[in-house]
Nanobody, 119 residues
Framework: QVRLVESGGGIVQAGDSLTLSCAAI????????IDWFRQAPGKDLEKVATINWNGGNARYQDSLKGRFTIAKDNDKNTVALQIHSLKPEDSATYYCGARPIWGVKYDYWGQGTQVTVSS
């Protein structure tokens, strides 16, 4: 079964760093982009970062540049999202989605991983 599985969430302190992982199960996603999103309670889904499956073309939401790093781990078939200097407003459920590089429709979504940042 083809799916994406997020992991790495938890309860952390403000100022800490955290690495989330999006594992691709059942296939590789050549010619796909993997996008990280987050959704806080009562708020809209927000795109955080994106990267092509070959590891290129990493881009970030402008307001998050510098604290977020997205990277492809070829050995583990995963896409990691590192978050530095965590803030309480980073608390959200983080999701990864896979879409064709030139498409806008997501073919696969993960179930999400919860991040809670305490002040």
């Amino acid at each position: 079964q083809v799916r994406l599985v997020e992991s790495g969430g938890g309860i952390v302190q403000a100022g800490d760093s955290l690495t989330l992982s999006c594992a691709a199960i059942g296939r590789t996603f050549s010619n796909y982009s993997i996008d990280w999103f987050r959704q806080a309670p009562g708020k809209d889904l927000e795109k955080v970062a994106t990267i092509n499956w070959n590891g290129g073309n990493a881009r970030y939401q402008d307001s998050l540049k510098g604290r977020f790093t997205i990277a492809k781990d070829n050995d583990k078939n995963t896409v990691a999202l590192q978050i530095h200097s965590l803030k309480p407003e980073d608390s959200a459920t983080y999701y990864c989605g896979a879409r064709p590089i030139w498409g806008v429709k997501y073919d696969y979504w993960g179930q999400g991983t919860q991040v809670t940042v305490s002040s």
